[in-house]
């Protein structure tokens, strides 16, 4: 076993101490720790695993004393970080008094532009990136330490300190592609500070996945021209630099990540002050690149146009993006228990007791002990309603959708005469069979589309046969199985977050007749 293997596993298990007790799981053996640090830490643990995170300060020519706060809370708000500060001496001190145990973090994040550091510390740091730890770069960190060659490495693309082509390219975005440029230049310029759109140019990446292919962010300086050996570097996402603003005319690189040995490193050139902090473009990819920085994975829920707009910047408080985080009512990392004693049926087989039908003219009834809709030519959306409504909750229910048909659950949706003459509208489970978009959200009548960001089509669906959906809402985060396999997570603080539910049966025209069928229909309520 080599003494690295052994200092990850020494690392996993503490890890584990921290996470569990965190948890409050209590204690368990020592072989089981030991079998536990061998597997996956994150497998084990399911999605909730909570990471150590040393930000290091101290110099800066920005305001870092103003800004190391609002990094630590944009990621303690998402409960998947424990967050310790580093501040080195000032400029000019005794920089052998700083050496933090980078080997006691999952991830190191610089909002640092000053004197070297010692040779031992930044051969300890190197140790740390290249044996596998995480490193987030945050704006004018990537203007730090030009002479250090494993620095520029880790960052890939670095600016000002007298970088130029002997740094490495420009990296640029043209035609479509990625292109290195080799003319001479300087490293590191901006224009004016401004709000910009930037634009994914990997959707696929875990950090990308799951949020808006573009999106505004707040006033902040647009980094351009930024060199460096951009190897083993992937540029996620652009900003277009324009020259009125005083830019390039370039795609310049925004959001980068960068494999340095068996270490992630995510490069984010955002976030020049309080005001660029408070965008949630600088917010959410800082809390999902340094989730991924830290274990390779993003498990933070899924973001919508609500909450990173194509149209405006979005601002925030760090605070205000709390989501609900598991407690004791609720694990959000385990798929909620349907076989618990505490739910309530919605349905007793034999009546449509506590229903009523709300818009369309579908026909429900009682089949079989099932709830049975029947499309009916020419009806607009159908849907049979609870009387009473529901906040937070778990839900579960079994379907059969006929392939023909539409279908989907209403949640905390509403029926109001002022909106839109009683039109049903509010969040929508979609149903359909496979391949399709069956567990996604779709935001029914409300002007929004899909709320889920992205609607990757899954055979989840067992077409013909009955399939179980289960759904969680709790404050602005909705959660999604079908037949035990996860297929939404959303943070969608824009929706209700009360009302009724409701069972679709969607508009066929002329087709049809078509039918969907519900039984064991139960719901468990989170007070
Ligand atoms: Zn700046």
Redesign the pocket.
């Known amino acids: 076993m080599t003494a690295l293997i052994k200092l990850r596993i020494v690392q996993e298990v503490g890890r584990l101490v921290r996470v569990r007790s965190w948890r409050n799981h209590g204690w368990i053996t020592c072989l089981q720790f030991f079998i536990l640090a061998l597997a996956s830490t994150a497998a084990a643990l399911g999605d909730e695993a909570v990471y150590q995170v040393l930000i290091i300060d101290g110099q800066n020519n920005?305001r870092w004393q103003e800004t190391t706060p609002l990094i630590k809370a944009t990621l303690e708000t998402t409960g998947r970080f424990h967050v310790d500060v580093a501040t080195t001496p000032p400029q000019g001190g005794d920089m052998s008094t700083f050496a933090p145990d980078f080997s006691k973090y999952d991830v190191v994040v610089s909002n640092y532009n000053g004197d070297s550091w010692s040779e031992t510390t930044k051969a300890a740091f190197v140790d740390f990136v290249r044996g596998g730890g995480g490193f987030v770069s945050v704006?004018?960190a990537d203007n730090a330490f030009p002479d250090w060659p494993e620095y520029n490495e880790m960052i890939g693309l670095g600016g000002w300190g007298g970088r130029n082509e002997k740094f490495g390219p420009y990296v640029r975005y043209r035609d479509g592609k990625f292109v290195k440029d080799t003319s001479p230049g300087r490293g590191g310029s901006h224009g004016k500070r401004h709000p910009f759109l930037i634009i994914c140019r990997d959707v696929e990446h875990p950090i990308t996945r799951g949020i808006p292919t573009s999106f505004f962010q707040a006033e902040d300086?647009l980094y351009a021209q930024l060199r460096g050996p951009a190897a083993n570097m992937d540029v996620l996402a652009t900003a277009y630099s324009d020259p009125q603003t005083g830019g390039t005319g370039e795609h310049e690189p925004i959001l980068m990540t960068i494999h340095y040995g068996q270490g992630r490193v995510f490069h984010t050139t955002l976030g020049?002050d309080t005001t660029a902090m408070r965008g949630a473009a600088f917010q959410i990819t800082l809390q999902r690149g340094t989730e991924w920085a830290a274990s390779g994975k993003v498990t933070q829920p899924a973001v919508t146009s609500a909450q990173l707009s194509d149209k405006e910047p979005i601002m925030h408080d760090p605070q205000e993006l709390k989501f609900p985080q598991s407690n004791d009512a609720v694990d959000f990392g385990a798929i909620p228990d349907i076989n618990a004693g505490d739910w309530v049926a919605l349905f007793d087989g034999e009546s449509l007791s506590g229903w009523v039908q709300r818009n369309g003219t579908a026909k429900y009834a009682v089949a079989e002990g099932t709830i049975r809709g029947v499309t009916e030519k020419g009806s607009p959306n159908s849907f049979l309603c609870t009387e009473r409504d529901y906040s937070d909750f778990e839900l579960t229910f079994e379907v059969k959708v006929d392939d023909e048909l539409n279908s989907g659950c209403q949640i905390r949706s509403k029926s109001l005469p002022e909106y839109n003459n009683g039109r049903v509208h509010g969040p929508q489970v979609e149903i359909e069979a496979s391949p399709g978009e069956a567990g996604y959200i779709y935001g029914e009548a409300t002007g929004r589309g899909w709320l889920s960001p992205h609607q990757r089509p899954t055979k989840v669906m067992k077409n013909g046969q009955w399939n179980r959906f289960v759904i969680r809402a709790v404050g602005p985060r909705i959660q999604t199985w079908i037949n035990g396999q996860k297929i939404e997570d959303l943070f969608d603080p824009t929706s209700y977050q009360e009302g009724f539910i409701g069972l679709q049966v969607h508009g066929v025209g002329n087709r049809g007749p078509f039918e969907v069928r519900w039984r064991d229909i139960r719901v468990r309520e989170i007070k």
């Open positions: 920005h704006h004018a300086e020049h």
